[in-house]
């Protein structure tokens, strides 16, 4: 049996010697690298915790003693040292999370995976512990470096200090990435403490002096670190960057060093207020495959050949939705120099890395602050500019306050761009991007597209770019754009005709991507005998007057849309008719107004009635009143099942 398979709770880690902890270690990078090959997941950030996150679990006693991981996409060794050890379904539907999950473990604590939001989640932790009395429990924070990116990190740091009467551990998990290289003054700094000549010749001479020492070396060279430290730190500067916070520093620490990391934290854990431990790691650690990889160090792979790390499943011959806003991005700003672009730690992940290799000072990587990101936009629009600012739509939310404030009110010319809108599937509750569409309609002079293909993206994003009165979106899903789906013709407010009845039973208006499932419902009740005819709005807020006019022709408006249904673009569509005296019956159909949790997308969508088959059959229940029954319409996918 090996050494993993005996670990089912942190305390089975106790009784190692130091010698079975480096095999412990080299355990579980064999286990990442066969397990996460399979099913895909955050395999790079994983290889570079395996010693740190043992370290932590031998010096605390979780979950007396929170753990709080930021962001979760480093906690697969967390998992499997709180005894969550089978991996074949990680990211599935009825397997692992890929991020902390409280349904599967006691020893989860956070699950939102919004980075830069740990400090704070550990102050509150921390303080509640003290009011309460509850003096014996520690709190520990987990950040990666690139969190250290975000504002909430620091305004959590300031309240911090403020009440030093806590017993809370910050562990920095200094790699130099998050996604890519970590940008910015903080990640200077720490650049500079990790390739600080002195500092690193003195820690490597101490290292090979101990060495030579043979069984004492251990205990030799921990004192001889101890005795070194305080004259490093002076010579690096390490302190500085935390002295006016009033926070107790230790390290820089070498993460992979399970006995040095352990030293650390038990003076931190025995020192009764706040404390940043500060730990060197390295991404992708034991996997060449990854330390090979320039892009990101294998942050998230698919599906790979565990000897090559070379994808196994054949190559997407299909364009990536993110791929087809880069080229037509730079396209645009090869004729239009004032288009600059703006992202949160995520260039390549949203699409901007074709403009930033040909215009590098074009485009800007604020690190993982998007609210600096979307003001900052702001400014540069005032300046004469026309910004676009990237983010996955999950992390809009984020912004809300100032895309309202700071560019709405100010009427700023600046254009959003959200990839990964609508379900997103293996990532979870915090990464689906399905709330954009309800938020973001509600700022004022908003102009929101959702292109239903890669045609309908460059001709929205070329639109978008040219307002200069006010905010623009363009919302696309995640994975491959598919074919491109003509239009019958074109409405003159640019409302496209994606297919037409003269027999006006049903009007559906499909909201980006759904306009393909509007096409395959409306098949499917054409087949029936129930006329139905599809519009794609492309502009969908605000909602075109074409669409309105169209709606009081039909019996029936159906929209679709990949957001909540609860305050979403049906919702707008029906007020507007309501507006105007039309009293159509509408369905809005979309998400339900709740977390969904970790699934494949087609999964996700039937949950939640959004397939054809089941759109149709309701649709014949209210048309023709058929009571079919809704077992066999669900698993029927023959249009017979629809007939009345």
Do not use: C
Request: proline share 5%; aromatic share 6%; glycine share 10%.
């Amino acid at each position: 049996m090996s050494l993993l398979d005996r670990i089912r709770s942190p305390r089975d880690l106790d009784s190692l010697t130091e010698v079975q902890l480096v095999q412990l270690a080299a355990e579980i990078r064999d286990f990442l690298i066969a397990n996460v090959s399979k099913t895909g997941g955050h395999l790079g950030p994983n290889l570079g915790v395996v010693e740190l996150t043992i370290a932590i679990h031998r010096v605390f006693d979780s979950p007396k003693d929170p753990i709080v991981f930021d962001t979760g996409h480093q906690a697969y060794v967390h998992k499997l040292l709180t005894g969550r050890q089978d991996f074949s379904r990680l990211r599935q539907r009825g397997g692992l999370a890929g991020y902390p999950q409280r349904q599967e473990s006691v020893h989860d604590i956070v699950e939102s995976s919004h980075a830069s939001s740990s400090l704070s989640w550990a102050d509150g932790i921390s303080r509640a512990f003290t009011v309460t009395g509850q003096t014996g429990r520690h709190v520990v924070a987990v950040v990666g470096d690139g969190a250290l990116t975000g504002g909430m990190t620091w305004e959590a740091l300031n309240n911090i200090t403020d009440d030093n009467d806590r017993n809370l551990v910050i562990v920095v998990n200094d790699n130099g990435r998050s996604y890519a290289p970590t940008i910015g003054g903080m990640a200077r700094f720490l650049n500079g403490v990790r390739t600080q000549k002195t500092y690193r010749d003195l820690y490597l001479k101490s290292r090979k002096a101990a060495d030579r020492f043979g069984s004492p070396s251990s205990a030799l060279y921990r004192g001889m670190r101890g005795a070194l430290h305080g004259f490093l730190s002076r010579v690096t500067g390490n302190e500085q960057l935390y002295s006016n916070l009033d926070i107790k520093y230790i390290g820089p620490i070498n993460g992979h060093d399970v006995v040095a990391m352990e030293e650390a934290l038990r003076q931190a854990k025995n020192y009764g207020a706040p404390v940043i431990v500060h730990a060197i790691t390295q991404k992708g650690r034991g996997y060449q495959p990854a330390l090979d990889d320039e892009a990101d160090q294998f942050h998230a792979v698919g599906q790979i050949d565990p000897s090559t790390g070379v994808p196994v499943a054949p190559t997407d011959t299909t364009p990536s939705w993110p791929s087809v806003f880069a080229d037509e991005l730079l396209a645009l700003a090869e004729h239009n120099p004032r288009l600059v672009a703006i992202t949160a730690a995520m260039e390549r992940s949203v699409g901007l890395h074709k403009l930033a290799e040909r215009y590098p000072s074009r485009v800007h990587d604020v690190g993982i602050a998007e609210q600096h990101a979307v003001t900052s936009a702001a400014g540069l629009a005032y300046g004469g500019l026309h910004p676009v600012v990237a983010l996955y739509a999950t992390f809009v939310n984020r912004a809300f306050d100032q895309a309202l404030m700071d560019v709405a009110l100010h009427h700023a010319g600046v254009t959003f761009v959200l990839p990964s809108s609508g379900v997103t599937g293996p990532d979870g509750p915090s990464h689906h991007g399905m709330w954009d569409l309800a938020l973001l309609q509600l700022i004022p002079g908003i102009r929101l597209a959702a292109p239903r293909d890669a045609a309908r993206l460059r001709e929205e994003l070329a639109e978008a770019v040219v307002v200069e009165d006010g905010p623009t979106v363009v919302r696309f899903p995640k994975g491959s754009v598919g074919e491109d789906l003509p239009a019958l013709r074109r409405l003159d407010d640019g409302v496209d005709v994606l297919r037409e009845s003269a027999q006006k039973d049903v009007l559906f208006v499909g909201v980006g991507a759904f306009a393909r499932l509007a096409l395959g419902a409306a098949e499917l009740l054409e087949a029936q005998g129930i006329g139905a005819t599809v519009v794609d709005p492309r502009w969908v807020v605000p909602i075109p007057r074409s669409i309105v006019d169209l709606s009081a022709e039909y019996r029936i408006v159906i929209s679709l849309e990949d957001g909540i249904r609860v305050g979403g673009i049906g919702t707008r569509l029906r007020q507007d008719l309501r507006a105007e005296g039309i009293d159509t019956a509408v369905d809005e159909l979309g998400l339900p107004d709740d977390f969904i949790g970790h699934a494949s997308r087609d999964q996700i969508l039937e949950d939640a009635g959004l397939t054809a088959q089941r759109i149709a059959r309701d649709v014949v229940e209210q048309v023709l009143g058929s009571k079919v029954p809704r077992a066999r319409a669900a698993e029927d996918t023959d249009t017979g099942a629809l007939r009345s």
